[in-house]
């Protein structure tokens, strides 16, 4: 776990103390494998061998109908369904079906009720703040939202890499797959659009989401620091995703809380500020200007026109690069703040400037 929004106080200190550092794990049943029983009746596929938690050993038929516990025992091979006979399409449903300790320890691995984090995290956001008790309520139930999110989003991001969550499109590359567990959304670092295609490819696509090295060395931007600048602004009316950067397994994973709506249409049709496609598109929205304004001061970010590639000319108050969604609830998200700190011409390498220093984040 590398980094994530920052705790409701405005601190730079990151959750990562809050995470457990051991974890229990919760057995439920031993697969011994396929058993090789010949001669195969009719329509059996294979014979799964399970060692029960209490040392109790029993076989499954895999059949053209389903899964049933025939009447083989480790000496003598019996294809017969065991009394009262149980069909089940699933694995899973039959071991459960079975007298033992697999159901208990099954559940464990299960997650509870689903929570709506998207929902959860924008809702603290709106809690009354004009008052100290208020603000303190608000902060706490922030900083608790968060911590839950950051837990679920790391186990996510593990279950992601290890393979065991179906992707949303798993018809694409493995590099361009996404995937949806527990209401939040995971990508991979890779570079899927050439968006970076100029600045190392996949390469740069990995340090993108914590911070975009180039060749002379400097860090010029990051979308997580986007994030937390947005965040720690605090802006009324303008809503952030929850973002978590997990480290696993040599993979960078992204989880984000998925906005209401948007996965129901295309990107194209959900953005109405900024550009999907690197400027060759732009659209503006008054009140996304007016919204980004508030912001636009404290972050140093002057109001700027931007001439798309049929040669319109829109104003806006961000890079090109970040996108404004209305969710289907109502609420003006902003995403994708990649470039929020530019660089500046003036501690480029190369430049005749005296006295120049560098700086992490130049504004």
């Known amino acids: 776990l590398l980094s994530l929004i920052p705790s409701p106080i405005g601190s730079q200190s990151t959750l990562i103390p809050l995470l457990l550092t051991s ?11 396929v058993v090789g029983f010949v001669p195969q009746p009719q329509r059996d596929l294979l014979y799964l061998a399970v060692l029960t938690l209490e040392e109790k050993r029993f076989y499954i038929t895999c059949c053209t ?16 369904a065991v009394s009262p006979k149980f069909i089940s399409h699933s694995l899973i449903e039959l071991l459960c079906h079975v007298p033992f300790a697999f159901k208990l320890g099954y559940e464990e691995h ?15 956001r709106e809690l009354p ?9 608000r902060e706490r139930a922030i900083f608790k939202v968060y911590s839950d999110f950051v837990a679920a989003a790391t186990k996510g991001a593990v279950v992601v890499v290890d393979g065991n969550v179906m992707a949303i499109n798993p018809g694409e590359n493995p590099k361009m797959q996404m995937f949806i567990w527990n209401n939040i959304f995971f990508s991979l670092g890779f570079d899927v659009k050439d968006h970076y295609k100029d600045f190392g490819g996949d390469a740069a696509a990995f340090v993108a989401p914590v911070h975009l090295v180039f060749d002379f060395g400097d860090i010029f931007n990051n979308d997580l620091q986007g994030v937390k600048a947005y965040f720690n602004l605090d802006p009324e009316g303008l809503f952030l995703l929850g973002t978590v950067v997990v480290d696993y397994m040599g993979y960078r994973v992204t989880a984000q809380s998925i ?15 900024g550009s999907v496609d690197f ?35 829109v104003k806006l108050n961000s890079s090109v690069e970040s996108k404004g969604i ?14 929020t700190f530019p660089p500046d011409v003036h501690y480029l390498p190369g430049t005749s400037v005296e006295g120049r220093c560098f700086f992490s984040y130049a504004l």
Do not use: M
């Open 279 to 313: 400027g060759k598109t732009v659209v503006t929205s008054e009140k996304y200007l007016e919204l980004l304004n508030r912001c636009a001061q404290q972050l140093k970010i002057l109001p700027h026109r931007v001439k798309s590639e049929n040669g319109d000319v």
């Open 110 to 124: 299960i997650p509870g009720q689903t929570r709506e984090w998207n929902e959860e995290l924008q809702t603290t």
């Open 23 to 33: 974890f229990v794990v919760y057995a439920a049943v031993v697969v011994d494998g």
């Open 129 to 137: 703040r004009k008052t100290l008790p208020e603000r303190l309520l």
């Open 326 to 339: 209305i969710g289907n609830d109502g609420r003006h998200y902003i995403l994708d703040l990649l470039r």
């Open 259 to 273: 906005i209401p709506g948007i996965l129901e249409k295309d990107q194209e049709q959900s953005v109405v500020y």
């Open 65 to 80: 109908k389903g899964f049933f516990v025939n009447q083989s025992t480790e000496t003598e091979f019996s294809p017969k």
